[in-house]
């Protein structure tokens, strides 16, 4: 088995975009415990940090992220406590991230990393990507929130031939059904990536933060309860810098410049 990288998540700031890389690229960025662990906590404190303004996820080397790394023995197979502790805190950290999030998938997501790059709020993929759900062919559930993401974005009997697999999903297949937002050449994904985090990250991301927020309200809300929401965060809003520095751009005739406060 090859050697273990020292630093399994390479995390880098500049110009107010993270990036994160999943870097066990010989296990296809398999995600065992201390990658979990660490990827958890670099979403939980980028959450506080200022200086971060957008995110992107991507993988080392030839793949996105294998899923769960089925070598991590008995305790990988404590499903509910493994679960309940790492990846669903993982997956509602990206989601309830005050920030927009980029996954740049490079190449297959498989399990839970097909869970992992939907969690984002934009995904981009190369035009090698597959995204396969693969928990059928270990007769398991999907888990990390897949299920809840591929209904809501699919519909429930095309999610279902998606994860038995009789559906597959390659970057335009993702991208026709609504998954991805842009298919792109290999050797443009970073640069793609990166190029619309910079853009989020030049935004209001204090109004983008709240509209992440009301979002995941209202998937599940009636329309009375949605509206209410809404209100509530427009107010918040509403008394932002970034709406000042709107309203006055606009009247001046002159690009805003947002500062995500």
């Known amino acids: 088995m090859p050697d273990e990288p020292e630093t399994p998540l390479l995390k880098e700031i500049a110009g107010g975009v993270a990036t994160f890389t999943l870097n066990r690229p010989e296990a296809l960025n398999a995600l065992n415990a201390q990658l979990r662990r660490e990827l958890l906590a670099a979403f939980r404190a980028i959450a506080r940090d200022e200086a971060v303004r957008s995110v ?4 080392a080397g030839r793949g996105f992220c294998a899923g769960a790394d089925l070598r991590g023995g008995s305790a990988e197979r404590d499903f509910r406590a493994v679960l309940g502790a790492e990846y669903n805190p993982l997956i509602a950290a990206i989601r309830n991230l005050p920030k927009p999030v980029v996954a740049a998938v490079n190449g297959v997501a498989a399990g839970a990393g097909v869970s992992l790059a939907f969690a984002a709020d934009v995904v981009v993929a190369s035009e ?3 995204f396969v759900p693969a928990f059928n062919r270990i007769a398991l559930v999907p888990d990390s929130g897949l299920a809840r993401t591929l209904v809501r974005g699919v519909g429930r009997h095309r999610t279902f031939e998606i994860l038995m697999g009789e559906r597959q999903l390659g970057a335009h297949d993702a991208h026709g ?3 991805v937002a842009a298919v792109v050449p290999a050797d443009r994904l970073g640069d793609a990536a990166r190029e619309l985090a910079q853009r989020l990250a030049e935004g209001p991301t204090r109004s983008i ?3 992440k927020r009301l979002l995941n309200a209202v998937e599940d809300a009636t329309v009375a309860e949605s509206l209410e929401t809404e209100a509530a965060l427009q107010d918040i809003a509403g008394r932002s810098e970034d709406h000042a520095e709107g309203v006055a751009a606009f009247g001046e005739k002159r690009d805003p410049r947002f500062t995500g406060r």
């Open 128 to 130: 090698g990507a597959r």
């Open 177 to 179: 059904l609504g998954l």
């Open 209 to 211: 933060g709240l509209t």
């Open 56 to 59: 992107v996820i991507t993988g």
